[in-house]
Every structure is written in structure tokens, then in C-alpha cells.
């Protein structure tokens, strides 16, 4: 009888540190629990509506079996895109952090992260799934800022818990999806296509330019270049020398493919 009695003692007992060991915010244990299965991509692509293409290279650390955690980092190439998600057990028994702006290095604790959870002016919450063009994320984190007092590069992102980012939301509202490599392939190709298309043609009227403007002042310096009198008109060397920098200011202008930088091009 006392051995069935201490043997339910030390099942009730190992029934307890169980208990504490999964006392974790469920929020908090699905991140945790992510590593099954999580996306082996450690470059993803993003485009918005209008061909605008970003690499981003992210990464995820879940830590040991002794010690699971959740830490996931991405970074873009080409765009503000840089945040941090991650999880800190040793914080209030659990929380969900957010850093989204390197530069300033604020960290945003949701320290009761029963999500949907608000922490001064940022909300995280869940979604089920997310269809983004022709494929359907699912279990998704959504972090969302306050224009007001947005600290952060960004406005909103998706972390889906498989797959890492899907949805980035800009400051200025344009919202960048989760494409497929082929996607971000094509639109560089095509850029350098009409980029090479576009210095061509700068070139060309850089080039025409010039020699307009060189001809000219060949033709002032002749002897064939006369006032209304009929007197030969001699051109000091100075506007020779001023005219050929304009020229050459222009080409330049050109060149680098800035219409703008025209109007540099002062006498």
C-alpha cells in the first residue's frame, strides 16, 4: 500500500513540473513550437504592384531542446526592410519581442502576449492564413504600428510561423508580397535591359550635344564670323573655355541618365 501510495505521489508531482513547464502563453509555445517544419529558405523574394523587387535574407535561431527559444531576423537588399521577432522566456515568464528599427535599437515587449495583444501604440495579432498571390501562408503573426508614433522602418508585417515574412507594409502605405524567385529573377533582367536600352539613347543625345556645341564655337572662332558691319568678331578664350565646360557638364548630365542634373549646367 505505501509503495502504490508513493508511486502516486511522484506521478502527481512529475504531473506538477509539467504543468510549470508548459505555463507559457500558448502565443508564446507556438513560436517556440515553429522550428517543425519552418521554412529551409534563407533568402526570400519581395514585389509590389508596380515591379518594385527586394531580396531579403532572413534567419532563425530555435536554440536547443534544453533550451528552445525563437529568434527570427530579416534584412533586406534593396529596401527600410529589417526587423527582428523573437522570444524571451526569461521576461515575464514569456514574451514576444519586436525590433524593427536597427538604427535606434527599440525593442517593443509585448509582456502579455495573449494575442491579439496592443502595447502602446503597436498591436500584434493572429491570422489563420494569408493568401498572397498564387500561395496561402498559414498561421500568421501580424505586427501593426501607429502612424503617429512609429518608430519603426516600417508600418506592418506577416510572420508566417512556417515560413518567416510573407507581407511587409512601407510608411508610405505600398505593401510588398512574398513572390517567388523566378518573379525577382525576371524584373532584374528586364531592368538591366532598359537600363542598357536607356544609357544607349543618353548617350546618343549626350554625344550630339556636345558636338552641336563644339561646332559652334568652331564656327565663332573662324574668320568667317562678322558683326552686322562686317567686322570679324574674335571670341576671348575665357568664353571659348566656358562654352566647352558647359558641353561637357551636359554630356556628363546625360551620361549618368539625370535629365535633372540639366540645370547644373549654368553659365
Known sequence: MKKVLFLAVAALLCACGDDESSSLPKD???LLDSKNGFSEDTVIYFADTVN????????VDFGTEDQPKMDYAAKALASAIDVRLYVDQQLNDGSIVVLCNPALNTKIIFDDPD?????????????????????TYYDIVVFNANEDNNVCNISAFYYGIH?????????????????PAKVYEDAV??????????????????DSIA???ADSIIKANTIDSTDDDGNPIEIPQEVVDLAESVAECIKK???SGSLSAIKDCKI
Not at 518594385?52 to 534567419?59: A, E
Open 115 to 135: 494575442l491579439p495583444v496592443t502595447k502602446n501604440d503597436y498591436k500584434l495579432s493572429f491570422k489563420d492564413s494569408l493568401k498572397v498571390g498564387d500561395s
Open 189 to 206: 533582367d528586364r531592368r538591366a535591359k532598359e537600363k542598357a536600352i536607356a544609357d544607349s539613347i543618353a548617350q546618343a543625345v549626350a
Open 211 to 213: 558636338q552641336a556645341v
Open 163 to 179: 515560413d518567416g515574412l510573407v507581407r511587409v507594409v512601407s510608411k508610405n502605405g505600398v505593401t510588398l508580397n512574398r513572390v
Open 28 to 30: 508564446v509555445q507556438m
Open 52 to 59: 518594385f523587387v527586394d531580396k531579403i535574407n532572413q534567419y
Open 253 to 255: 548630365a546625360y551620361s
